[in-house]
């Protein structure tokens, strides 16, 4: 019996290691190809397509491993609780995962998110992503897509605690341009 609880909480060490670990799933994607388009639905019941910001405004996707896990619910309230930093910048940003879109909306209630959270269920986007991990969930990795729908950058050592921080800071760097006040 106890080695039978101690292989349990190996293998449940092992697997909460790999969910929360982004570098050991790196994408093939780079820095300068055009991202994937994809048409997810959000919780909100909208549908969401990449082409259709294509000359319009700058997008941020944070995939992110599974709904009400640790990880993904303190990357969550970070992008909630500290939205007014991301936007400060012409973008539109949402969190996606290979979730039901009914264990997403329960996620979004929970954490009180306000920005579209997307379901990819078939794992089709994800897999176009090259973010499909050995879990057959979505590693925790942003991608920083242009107006013109080029990846400018692939965070994939991305802190959930400091989500919005960084993602403002890497907005900043990439020059991206910044919300008027009125």
């Not at 397509?49 to 970070?78: F, H």
């Not at 959270?117 to 973010?131: F, G, H, N, Q, W």
């Not at 994939?156 to 910044?178: R, S």
Request: glycine share 4%.
């Amino acid at each position: 019996m106890k080695y039978f609880f101690k292989n349990i909480a190996i293998n449940f060490f092992a697997i909460t290691i790999v969910l929360t670990s982004s570098t050991l799933f790196a994408t093939t994607l780079k820095v300068g190809m055009q991202a994937p388009n994809f048409k997810l639905q959000a919780t909100t019941g909208d549908y969401y397509q990449l082409s259709d910001y294509q000359g319009k405004q700058a997008v941020v996707i944070a995939w992110y491993p599974m709904a009400n896990t640790r990880g993904c619910t303190i990357e969550c309230k970070s992008l909630t609780e500290q939205r007014h930093l991301i936007r400060a910048f012409d973008v539109s940003y949402f969190m996606i995962s290979v979730d039901s879109l009914d264990d997403n909306r329960d996620f979004a209630k929970k954490t009180g998110a306000d920005f579209p959270m997307l379901s990819d269920p078939s794992k089709a986007t994800a897999k176009a992503y090259d973010v499909l991990n050995l879990f057959r969930v979505a590693s925790r990795v942003t991608f920083y897509i242009s107006k013109e729908g080029k990846i400018l950058n692939i965070d994939e050592e991305v802190t959930p605690k400091t989500a919005a921080e960084d993602i403002a800071k890497q907005l900043e760097i990439l020059a991206i341009k910044k919300v008027r006040k009125k």
